[in-house]
Every structure is written in C-alpha cells, then in structure tokens.
C-alpha cells in the first residue's frame, strides 16, 4: 500500500470515494477492485485476512490483555459466590452489548446500508448532534489511557524477569530493587517501530500473534496455580472474599470497589469494535460475521478468565496477588515465569498497536482533509527492502506517531506502577462505549417506542452499568491516591 503512481498515497486511497462505480453495482456485490462504498475492496493476498479469524484474533488480542493477571486478586476481594457471578454478568452484557454495536455498522439496513467507518461514525448516524463529540472525546482519551496502562504494565513484565535472574544469581539475598524507567524506555522505543504499521488491515499478523501470547501467559498462569493448589493440598478462600480483620470494613469496601474495576478493564475493547468490524469483507453481512467473532472471543476469554480468577484464589486464598505471576516468587520455574513475562510484553507491544490504530487514523484522517496539498502529510517516500515488497515511508505518519508515543511513555514516567490506574481507565470507558451508546444507538436504529417494556430494559440496563462504573472508578480513585502519598516521578522503583 502506498502511493498509487498518481500522487495519492494509502490514507487517501482509503478515503477515495469511486461514485460513479458505487452507483453501478451491487451493495453487497461491488466490484473487483472496489467495495459497495467506493473504497478499495476489503480483502487481500492472505486468504483468511478480513474474516471472522482475523476478526476474532483482533478481539482477543483487545480482550485476552494483562487484566487476566489480575483476577485472581479480584475475586479474593469479592469471594467464591459474587466474584465469578460479577465475572460471568460483566461477560454476558459484553456480548450482548457489542451484538447490538455490531449491528450498527451499517446504518438503516444491516446488509445494504451506509457503512460506518469509525465508532465516531456510528454514534454521528444514529444519534448525531452533541453526543457524537461526547463519544470522540471519551473513546480518544480512552485510548490514551490504555496506551499509558501498557506501557506501565509491560515494564513491570521486563522488570520481573530481570529481577528473577537477580534473585537467582544472588541466592535470594539481594532484594533486587530497581528503576522502572529503562524498561517503560524501551517498550516505548518497540512501540514506535510497530507504530508505523499504516492501518488495522496490515496488523492482522501481529494480532495473531499477540493471540497466540495471551494464551501462552495465561496458559502458564492457569497450570502454576494448579502446580499450587496440587502442593497444599487444598482450596482456599471463602464465600465472602477476603475477610475483615485481614483488613478492616472500610478497605473491603473500597478493595471491592477497585475488584469491580480490575474485572471492568479486563471487559474493555468496544471502543475499537466498529474499526475491527470495518476491515471485514462481504459477503456475508459484516454484522453476521463480527456476531460470530464477538461470541467465540468472549466466550473463549471468559473460560480463561474465570480459570484463572477463580485457580488463583483457590491457590492463594486472601493472599492472592494483584499480579498472578508475581505470586510464585523469582524461584523455580523461573524459566516458565520468564517465558510468561516476555509473553506478556509481546502481547502490550502487539495489542498497543490495535488500540492506537483508530486514534492513528482518525488524527491522519483529519489533517489529510485539512491538507490535502501538503507532501508533508500525503507523500510517501519508497523505501527498497530486499526479498520484500518497498516499504512506503510517509514523514508526517513518522513523526505524529513517534510523538504521540514518546509523550505516552513520558506520562508513564510520572506516574505510580499500580493496577488501580488500569482499573480507573477501564471503568471510565466501559459504561459510555460498551453500555451506553450501544444502547441508545440500537433503540434509534430499530425505532424502539420510549417507555414499552424493551426499551424500559435497556435503560435498566444501562443504568445499572452505570452505577456499578462509578463504584469501580471510586474504588480505583482511592486506590490511586494512596499510590501517589509515596511515589516520586521519574524514581519509582519496584
């Protein structure tokens, strides 16, 4: 992809309207080379690129993330009969909600209407006016969140494997202290080198891959807290969760708060639903497709997920860590935790990349529209690779991406390393763009009459959701204020 021999390069393909040939063929036909909206035709020389495979390693590479370390840790706050209850709900109305986001991709008619490029797209079709910049301003800085949360979550990764070489080098004597800083460096340095994949349709390869990594980490984690609950014989925990006296009433509360956000996060990838759905091709229906995508990746995350909550709590009772694989120490299997952790920083290099691609796109997007003249901004430069088809450079891609990057890692750099700033950020996404709109979007579409017993549903729904969003981000608050009474930018050592 690239400069098309006439001046316009890939972002500008992309966005190329062919009219006269979208008014001659068939909605769901369209041509050779184009699709029914007048773009180049999604599909490509990988036979499973745009399908439901492609679409679905896409969705567990967004889902299946470092959340699922923490689970363990969160149903020890909740206990055996709530947390894998608020575990199982969170999943259902998951995919429930994102079959109702699926089916506005298209406005009007699911098959045969406008297409709906962005999630921005969709909520502008069918609700428009104020709420569309409410959706843009939620899901960007969303994005810029998790971007943050990987990149504080992968050094922690790096850090544990260099820690664990420490302690066996040491015989366990030295505590093995160290900066976070080099490591949140360096996976800002990997991710600038994959952010200039152009767009979603080239990083089918890597969500592969990235698949494949959350299930070696999770895999690994799951067989360690069996090797535990093997070793002593017994499952821990109780009914209730950790119990009062191990921490007094009002730190149960709030540590109940900040499990719901944990599982919250863990829940978290509609905000690039749409951008997924879009790479699809058709026939059949994208709609159709992306609903199997969505019920094989949930229903395969939710089995990890509930495994590795509820092995972890049975291994570790109330001592369960907020990180799984930290709980087993820097000892033996040492080579296994480290092929976890590297696993796990594969994974945050891969799945950054699918979360940045709709901010990527949508910055580029703009400033094409608003520059169509400038060589800066459309002008790629061909760069010969061998054995290999040339690499299109573009200069404005280069920088606004490498930018955005060094000022994620830096904002990394000045905050504390806690899983409740990944709590925080999944609870303030998950209700407005995997409950809210998804609702209010589907009740346009389908015309659903104000106060009939479906739409007094879904507003009970969506309430809901909504009250419990705000006990996570409570519970995440607190948490990250008593991070911050000792922590000092830029010196955080773990």
């Known amino acids: 992809m690239g400069d098309d021999g006439n001046g316009r390069n890939h972002l500008q393909l992309r966005n190329y309207q062919v009219s006269d040939l979208s008014n001659d063929v068939h909605p769901q036909g369209g041509s050779m080379c184009y699709d029914d909206d007048g773009r180049l035709k999604r599909s490509g020389s990988i036979p499973t690129a745009r399908t439901f495979w492609t679409a679905s390693s896409h969705i567990i590479t967004a889902l299946i993330g470092s959340g699922v370390l923490s689970l363990a840790w969160a149903t020890a706050q909740l206990g055996w009969v709530i947390g894998p209850i608020v575990m199982l ?42 709420k569309v910049k409410i959706c843009g301003l939620v899901q960007y800085l969303n994005l810029v969140g998790v971007a943050i949360g990987y990149t504080i979550t992968a050094s922690i990764s790096m850090m544990a494997i260099k820690r664990s070489k420490c302690f066996r080098t040491s015989g366990g004597k030295n505590p093995c202290h160290m900066n976070n800083n080099p490591y ?115 229903g395969v995350t939710t089995l990890f997920y509930m495994l590795c909550g509820c092995m972890g709590y049975a291994a570790f009772g109330d001592l369960s860590p907020r990180n799984l694989l930290t709980g087993f120490g820097f000892y033996n299997p040492f080579w296994l935790l480290d092929i976890a952790n590297a696993a796990i920083v594969i994974h945050l290099v891969g799945a950054y990349q699918v979360y940045c691609q709709p901010l990527f796109a949508f910055v580029e997007k703009i400033t094409a529209e608003k520059f169509p003249d400038s060589e800066f901004i459309s002008k790629d430069i061909k760069i010969p690779i061998p054995g290999f088809r040339p690499y299109n450079l573009n200069l404005f891609r280069l920088v606004w991406r490498t930018a955005f990057v060094a000022v994620t890692t830096l904002i990394s750099l000045l905050l504390p390393l806690s899983n409740d700033i990944v709590g925080l950020l999944g609870a303030l996404g998950f209700w407005p763009l995997t409950v809210y709109f998804p609702v209010e979007m589907y009740i346009s579409q389908k015309k659903i009459p104000s106060w009939s017993t479906r739409w007094i549903c879904l507003q009970i729904l969506s309430i809901a959701f909504l009250i419990i969003t ?14 911050l009474k000792s922590f000092k930018p830029f010196s955080t050592v773990y």
């Open 89 to 130: 709900l969170f999943s259902s109305v998951t995919y429930y909600t994102s079959t109702l986001l699926a089916a506005c991709y298209r406005s009007g008619d699911t098959v045969h209407g406008k297409r709906n490029y962005t999630y921005m797209d969709a909520v502008g079709s069918n609700l428009g006016g104020f």
């Open 184 to 298: 949140m460096i360096a996976f800002g340095v990997a991710a600038i080198i994959f952010s200039q994949i152009p767009d979603f349709d080239q990083l089918w390869w890597l969500s592969i891959v990235v698949a494949v990594m959350s299930f070696t980490y999770s895999t690994i984690g799951f067989g360690l807290v069996i090797a535990k609950v093997a070793e002593t014989g017994q499952i821990r925990g109780s009914l209730t969760g950790i119990s009062v006296g191990t921490v007094t009433q009002s730190q149960k509360i709030w540590r109940s708060f900040q499990a719901l956000g944990d599982i919250v996060f863990a829940y978290s990838y509609s905000l690039i639903l749409i951008e997924i759905q879009d790479t699809l091709r058709a026939p059949p229906a994208e709609s159709k497709t992306m609903k199997k995508a969505i019920l094989t990746s949930v």
């Open 470 to 483: 705000i006990a996570a981000a409570a519970g995440s608050v607190a948490g990250v204020i008593i991070d």
